[in-house]
């Protein structure tokens, strides 16, 4: 009973009752898109949060998942769930062929590598016509069976989208206590220091990176068969890799519900700003992610989650005094 | 013998940093390495720790070729190190700081946290205290309880001594003492001629990337080329070394008037 009370507790009750208790699609939609937003940014945080590798150009796993369940409808007529593992797998092998050069470079020439991957690839698939170049790739207009995941409705989505987050959450707390996680944390504190203790660095960063590509590369997927529609910028595009930074780095990076937090505040955020300006509000996205990152680096470079530690232990102080 | 470093050198372009320099260290022993600022000990220090590559020579560790191995194949085969500035793991706590260097000998987190706890206990540091709270001599002394948890047969201490109050220092050497009695072998890169005389049986002088002088201490300050490397070409050979008291001033000779009169 004190385990469903615990703050963690709610937060999963709620999250299970949200769409019962906010029927509406609109509302379910946000709680999708919130759910999606969270997957991807925790994939990225276990790279970018624990281990500090900031990865600028994580759409290239995003992106290759995006591509791969709709690919497999399009060449073969297969279900779109065939092509989720096939997403993985190239993104694990995509992550490992990355990693070897990129990881040899540190803090912004890591990010700037990454960056540039992913835009090349972007171009690649831009012009590549088996992928459907600058047109991109559609999925299944209607559903010929349970196994297309094209749904009416938006809560099968909530609910398939809700146990991916609950499964990353629960290889990310087994991680943060096992040795891996205590690797990864002391790379990011200082690569030497952890060489020096034994730490194998490349292969444990590595090892991370893959493990962030697969998950990532699974957000992707979801992506693209709940929007059924996929191109080279909503795949690959240097946007989505910035949603996942900023969603993280707000909520706290390196911490396992960080980015829980971040999305929660960002995606209503965004949807906010794209139904009171609509159309003409198209960059408003590149002035919100913006304003977020100089709050950020300013004021609370750990994120909320950080900020809420800080404070959290004087409230109660001033509570215990009274 | 436990370590044995035979003619290394190491350049950085044209300037040559280390030269020809050799160490023999047996089990059981504690060397201090000496020197002015600019010697090539911290160099020559990198290449026995595997973080700095020699440009010649060669580094036998326990009858292996350890020259060319990267700093965690040192750690693995019992090289420990610390850092003349501490690089403790500021976001974690003492206990899990510690706990990253139990990790290499001991799989399962419960077996690391145990052993970490013990070295935490004899380092005198509180566990659950966030690294980031600690003050210079705390995180010398995680820095410490670190690298003793990755279980070393030779450890390397760069100047972890330094910048500490007489009581902290005389703290600091107990502790290095107590390592030292539990069969760790210590090789100590060191300011304070205080914990060199204290700790050390044997010295090595460093001076633009040579080894000029070694012995013991006592031999060592008497030593010509040693003090025309401290106090200059033609300085007058100082008289025999008084002990200083515990706390009492890093420089390796007296003022030049002291005796004198």
């Known amino acids: ?322 | 013998m436990l370590l044995e470093a035979k003619n290394v050198s190491k350049a950085f372009g044209s300037f040559e940093a280390v030269s020809g320099a050799d160490l023999a260290v047996d089990e059981g022993e504690i060397i201090g390495l000496i020197g002015p600022n600019g010697a090539g000990k911290s160099t020559f220090f990198n290449c026995l720790a595997g973080d700095t590559l020699p440009t010649t020579g060669r580094i036998v560790f326990n009858g292996a070729d350890v020259t060319r191995a990267s700093p965690e194949a040192h750690a693995r085969a019992g090289i420990g190190r610390t850092f003349q500035v501490p690089a403790t793991f500021d976001d974690m706590t003492v206990i899990d700081n510690v706990m990253v260097g139990a990790f290499l000998r001991h799989l399962h987190r419960n077996d690391a946290r145990d052993h970490a706890r013990r070295i935490v206990d004899l380092t005198g540091l509180r566990p659950d205290q966030p690294a980031r709270s600690l003050g210079t001599p705390g995180r010398k002394r995680l820095e410490i309880a670190r690298v003793l948890a990755t279980d070393p047969r030779l450890l390397l201490l760069d100047e972890s001594l330094a910048g500490l109050t007489p009581t902290e220092l005389r703290d600091a050497i107990a502790l290095v003492r107590r390592i030292h009695e539990m069969g760790v072998t210590i090789v100590i890169v060191e300011h304070i001629m205080e914990v060199i005389m204290t700790l050390t049986k044997r010295v090595l002088v460093f001076n633009q990337g040579r080894v000029i002088a070694s012995g013991t201490f006592e031999a060592v300050v008497k030593d010509e080329a040693v003090i025309e490397a401290y106090l200059g070409r033609g300085a007058r050979r100082p008289p025999p070394y008084p002990p200083p008291q515990a706390g009492e001033g890093s420089s390796i000779f007296p003022p030049p008037h002291a005796g004198e009169g």
Request: proline content about 5%.
């Open chain 1, 1 to 322: 009973m004190k385990k469903i009370l615990s703050p963690w507790g709610l937060l999963a009750a709620g999250l299970l009752l949200y769409p019962i208790i906010f029927s509406d699609p609109f509302y379910r939609d946000i709680g999708a898109a919130f759910l999606l937003a969270a997957v991807s940014a925790s994939a990225w945080n276990i790279v970018g949060g624990y281990a500090g590798q900031v990865s600028v150009g994580h759409s290239m796993f995003f992106g290759l998942g995006a591509y791969m369940p709709l690919l497999f409808y399009t060449l073969w007529g297969w279900s779109p769930i065939a092509g989720i593992p096939a997403g993985i797998l190239l993104s694990i092998a995509l992550a490992l062929v990355i990693g070897m050069p990129t990881f040899r470079l540190r803090g912004h020439y890591f990010s700037m590598a990454t960056i540039a991957v992913a835009e090349l690839i972007r171009i690649f698939f831009g012009t590549w016509n088996l992928v459907g170049a600058a047109i991109g790739l559609q999925g299944p207009a209607t559903a010929r069976a349970w196994w297309d995941l094209t749904f009416r409705s938006e809560l099968p989505y909530y609910y398939i989208f809700l146990a991916v987050l609950g499964i990353l959450l629960y290889v990310t707390f087994a991680i943060e206590h096992r040795r891996f996680g205590f690797y990864l944390r002391a790379i990011k504190a200082s690569e030497r220091a952890a060489r020096s203790l034994g730490v194998p660095v490349r292969q444990t960063k590595m090892k991370a990176l893959a493990l962030s590509a697969a998950f990532t590369s699974a957000a992707g997927s979801l992506y693209a068969i709940k929007t059924g529609f996929i191109d080279p910028d909503s795949g690959f595009g240097i946007l989505v890799s910035v949603q996942m930074v900023i969603v993280a780095a707000l909520g706290g990076a390196g911490t396992l519900f960080g980015p829980l937090v971040g999305a929660l505040i960002l995606v209503p955020l965004q949807t906010a700003a794209n139904t009171w300006f609509g159309g003409g509000g198209s960059g408003l996205t590149f002035i919100l992610y913006g304003g977020v990152i100089v709050l950020i680096a300013r004021f609370e470079p750990g994120g909320l989650f950080e900020l809420w530690h800080r404070l959290a232990p004087r409230r109660w102080r001033r509570a215990r005094a009274a």
